[in-house]
């Protein structure tokens, strides 16, 4: 038997002939229950990008005109644009060729969703050059605050992580956002820092999230007198830190609000929910007690 015969590329030609039916079609047929394949190596993919033949067949979501060159991929189960494949293979570097990737699922001619390790990538097969980081949470379609930094959506997943990831994840971000503004006096922590601030609120962890933040975007504040050239460039960072916390602590007390009033203002034992994100309590909580029983197995 030839090697992959029995893809879902291979199923969906082998229909199309027998029933005349469209290969999009044919493929999203061939294609259910597909998820969870072998993994393969990112050398096997790229290998199958470079020496397959060009796929031929009519795109269903573009005009030919437009149509992204595509070969068809055994591995991937149906026809992938070249460039898009070599474009993960670049956000994959890091992990060197012999990393393995797996296909999570696949919608026809339009995405693919791979894994690799923890990470994972949403291909969108009707353009070139289309890769986009998901959320790390498997089947889920939303991408990441901030890929590998914060590699959680907002929306759903990240209020979800405890308070050690929360705060390695702010101390990383905030030494990103200090990388790019060069100097420490001009960096913030941007709306990303928001995002980790609403989760930390969520977990009653808003201290230590706040802390790691600042330190990562401004550096160790026992060490501002020695890193400064003159007390006016001191003054400056200590005063940017000052602001920097005040708005982050503001967004904390938004953010508590928000859940306070889709908790219609109660904790579930009925009590009113009251407290500052400062006194590290999950924000729908009204006392460090009821956040242990909630923490507690039942």
Request: aromatic share 4%.
């Amino acid at each position: 038997m030839p090697r992959h015969q029995n893809t879902a590329a291979q199923r969906a030609r082998e229909a199309q002939r027998r029933s005349g039916s469209k290969y999009t079609a044919a493929l999203r047929e061939a294609d259910r229950g597909r998820a969870g394949t072998a993994a393969f190596s990112l050398r096997e993919l790229l290998a199958e990008c470079t020496t397959c033949p060009e796929w031929n067949g009519e795109h269903p979501e573009v005009d030919a005109e437009w149509a992204p060159r595509m070969f068809d991929s055994a591995l991937l189960g149906g026809p992938v644009p070249h460039s898009t494949v070599l474009l993960l293979a670049g956000e994959l570097a890091g992990d060197g060729l012999t990393a393995a990737v797996r296909m999570e699922s696949r919608d026809a001619v339009r995405t693919v969703v791979l894994a690799c390790a923890a990470r994972r990538f949403e291909l969108v097969l009707s353009q070139d050059n289309l890769v986009y980081e998901l959320c790390r949470v498997p089947g889920c379609g939303r991408q990441p605050v901030a890929a590998s930094l914060i590699p959680y959506c907002a929306e759903a997943h990240l209020t979800a992580r405890s308070g050690e990831e929360l705060a390695e994840m702010a101390w990383r971000w905030g030494n990103w956002r200090r990388d790019l503004a060069r100097k420490p006096k001009a960096a913030d922590t941007g709306d990303e820092g928001d995002a980790l601030i609403a989760a930390a609120v969520a977990q009653g962890v808003f201290s230590a999230v706040v802390e790691q933040l600042l330190d990562g975007c401004f550096g160790d504040p026992g060490l501002i007198d020695e890193v400064c050239v003159t007390s006016e460039d001191a003054m400056t960072l200590r005063h940017a830190i000052d602001r920097e916390r005040l708005l982050l602590t503001n967004r904390a007390r938004a953010a508590a609000t928000r859940i306070r009033v889709l908790r219609g203002g109660r904790c579930d034992c009925g009590g009113r929910l009251l407290l500052a994100p400062e006194a590290d309590v999950p924000a729908r909580s009204c006392s460090a007690r009821c956040a242990r029983a909630e923490r507690q197995p039942a």
